[in-house]
């Protein structure tokens, strides 16, 4: 690497050092999370197996233990780049399956998964995606977060809202006892969240996979069992 140094001994135990960054015009805060990526598990791993974010793991092991991602399944992920998601829930749902992934940036094609550039807050978008899934979806997906100020409080209800905007779309597009997942994060006023999602489906639950680093404020929130009609209001 020529902007990052990894110490070629080893330390006692025989444990590699970890990857050290150097400044070079980078604020503390960037110098920290190039560290973190050169040192985190998980994308290497996600590097090596093909797969285009770490965030893959997240729902993997999300779906292992909630089996969310049924073979035949119509899948929509919103905010979909780099494609993570998609890449794991068309893999899982298989080839009877679809998976339609949209975004407002680009995201390279993935086999399977059909992708437009859309905003689901467009009024036409809950029409034109059931045509493109051929139905009413079985799961909705949702990794997005909304751009961070670096004030965790509201940076916190920036999501929310973000992520209680994606439970509004989810009720329009879900067939009934369909799936929503979505991230969000720890700051106690999701309250109003919660409650729409538990007057929608049967069973709302907060999951903290073993990929989201221990140190995020990041969690999901798993509603299953979608109870049909209009969103709550």
Do not use: C
Request: a positive charge; hydrophobic letters at 45%.
């Amino acid at each position: 690497m020529s902007k990052a140094r990894r110490s070629s001994d080893k330390a006692k135990g025989g444990r590699e050092l970890a990857v050290r960054v150097k400044a070079r015009g980078r604020t503390q805060s960037q110098q920290k999370w190039l560290e973190r990526q050169l040192n985190d598990p998980y994308v290497a791993r996600a590097k090596r197996e093909g797969l285009r974010s770490r965030a893959a793991f997240k729902l993997e092991e999300i779906d292992d233990k909630q089996k969310i991602l049924k073979p035949g399944a119509r899948v929509l992920d919103l905010g979909a780049a780099p494609g993570g998601w998609s890449q794991v829930a068309i893999k899982r749902i298989g080839a009877k399956g679809r998976v339609v992934a949209i975004d407002l940036l680009e995201m390279d094609p993935i086999p399977g998964v059909e992708f437009a550039r859309l905003d689901f807050l467009d009024p036409s978008a809950p029409d034109q995606l059931k045509t493109m899934l051929g139905g009413p979806a079985d799961v909705v997906l949702s990794d997005m977060a909304a751009n961070a100020t670096g004030h965790r409080p509201t940076d916190h209800l920036k999501i929310i809202a973000l992520v209680e905007a994606a439970a509004e779309f989810a009720a329009v597009v879900l067939a009934p006892g369909g799936v929503f997942l979505a991230k969000v994060i720890q700051g106690g006023t999701e309250a109003a969240l919660l409650a729409t999602l538990k007057r929608d489906f049967k069973i709302v639950k907060h999951i903290k996979p073993a990929a989201s680093r221990a140190d995020s404020a990041e969690l999901y929130v798993l509603a299953t069992g979608f109870r049909g009609g209009q969103p709550s209001r």
